[in-house]
T-cell receptor, first 112, second 120 residues
Framework: ETGVTQSPTHLIKTRGQQVTLRCSSQ?????VSWYQQALGQGPQFIFQ???????GRGNFPPRFSGLQFPNYSSELNVNALELDDSALYLC???????????FGNGTRLTVT | AQKITQTQPGMFVQEKEAVTLDCTYD???????LFWYKQPSSGEMIFLIY??????QNATEGRYSLNFQKARKSANLVISASQLGDSAMYFC?????????????????FGKGTKLSVIP
């Protein structure tokens, strides 16, 4: 079975720009969530999508937005990038039952 | 609000020895789930083991076991027979109620992690 894949692996952007990160969920998983992991910290929950609807959000501003597509792939969009947005962004997918999240390798975003 | 505390920033263990990584949690939820993930330097979070709050037996998965003490709100990870490939960051995480429903139950709260180094 194919795992969670994310693209790109690395990205460098300038403050004020916009970025789109992509995620392909593990086959059969209908829930996807995104996490931000700053250097030396544990991941922080950004938001979750279930059947193309956002149904959970962490303490992140509206400039963090997302989409989930019918094939359960997903995007994370960040507008007006700030230096503090530099982090590893992790996508995770899961089934509906209390099964564990399966994470991708992440996208490392650097904002200069 | 939920909180996960991992008090060991770094741990060293001799190859083939056992090691315990500490995790305490705080929640007002009656039903919750506890997870351990491993993060190698490559960045991927690898699921290791899960314990439900109503599970009577401590979870085990191969060389990993979870020492769950509900009254103490602790969920320590025990790795037996350490291997060089076990060197990585280890994160304890919690998923709160509704832990056993469908959508809306996948927000994990993570601790700050413990860096494990296995010495040959």
């Amino acid at each position: 079975e194919t795992g969670v894949t994310q693209s790109p692996t690395h990205l460098i952007k300038t403050r004020g720009q916009q970025v789109t990160l992509r995620c392909s969920s593990q086959s059969g998983h209908n829930t996807v969530s995104w996490y931000q992991q700053a250097l030396g910290q544990g991941p922080q929950f950004i938001f979750q999508y279930y059947r193309e609807e956002e149904n959970g959000r962490g303490n992140f501003p509206p400039r963090f937005s997302g989409l989930q597509f019918p094939n359960y792939s997903s995007e994370l969009n960040v507008n007006a990038l700030e230096l503090d947005d530099s982090a590893l962004y992790l996508c995770a997918s899961s089934l509906e039952s209390p099964s564990p999240l399966h994470f991708g390798n992440g996208t490392r975003l650097t904002v200069t | 609000a939920q909180k996960i505390t991992q008090t060991q920033p770094g741990m060293f263990v001799q190859e083939k020895e056992a090691v315990t990584l500490d995790c305490t949690y705080d929640t007002s939820d009656q039903s919750y789930g506890l997870f351990w993930y491993k993060q190698p330097s490559s960045g991927e979070m690898i699921f290791l083991i899960y314990q439900g709050s109503y599970d009577e037996q401590n979870a085990t998965e191969g060389r990993y076991s979870l020492n769950f003490q509900k009254a103490r709100k602790s969920a320590n990870l025990v790795i037996s027979a350490s291997q060089l490939g076990d060197s990585a960051m280890y994160f304890c995480a919690m998923r709160g109620s509704p832990a056993y429903s469908g959508a809306g139950s996948y927000q994990l709260t993570f601790g700050k992690g413990t860096k494990l180094s296995v010495i040959p």
